[in-house]
Nanobody, 126 residues
Framework: QVQLVESGGGLVQAGSSLTLSCAAS????????MGWFRQAPGKEREFVAA????????YYTDSVKGRFTISRDNAKNTVYLQMNSLKPEDTAVYYC???????????????????WGQGTQVTVSS
């Protein structure tokens, strides 16, 4: 069992930056790939970024490449999402997720994640 708690969301203006954090407890989360997803009102939850166990491999959805950076500190059992040049279309609830299996290297597929946080709201005004 893994417990995930996101923090760092808020209301910002377009062009601003935010850093989200995801603190993990329970099962050794450092042994698993981690991901960030987001869900805007009336839309499906979508993949944002993922990072491998060691942090050596990362994967992003096209819309955030060059603006967002995912990282992790395994000593602190924490995953981060640095978001720069935020746009109104980035407005959503952001969720942290832990991979379902040790064999998942890095993935953007929701079905490869088993444990989810409660989400943190990010609102970007124009």
């Amino acid at each position: 069992q893994v417990q995930l708690v996101e923090s760092g969301g808020g209301l910002v203006q377009a062009g601003s930056s935010l850093t989200l954090s995801c603190a993990a407890s329970g099962r050794t989360s450092s042994s698993y790939a981690m991901g960030w997803f987001r869900q805007a009102p009336g839309k499906e939850r979508e993949f944002v970024a993922a990072i491998s166990r060691s942090g050596g491999n990362t994967y992003y959805t096209d819309s955030v490449k060059g603006r967002f950076t995912i990282s992790r500190d395994n000593a602190k059992n924490t995953v981060y999402l640095q978001m720069n040049s935020l746009k109104p279309e980035d407005t959503a609830v952001y969720y942290c997720a832990c991979a379902v299996s040790y064999s998942i290297a890095v993935s953007g597929a929701r079905e490869n994640y088993r444990y989810w946080g409660q989400g943190t709201q990010v609102t970007v005004s124009s």
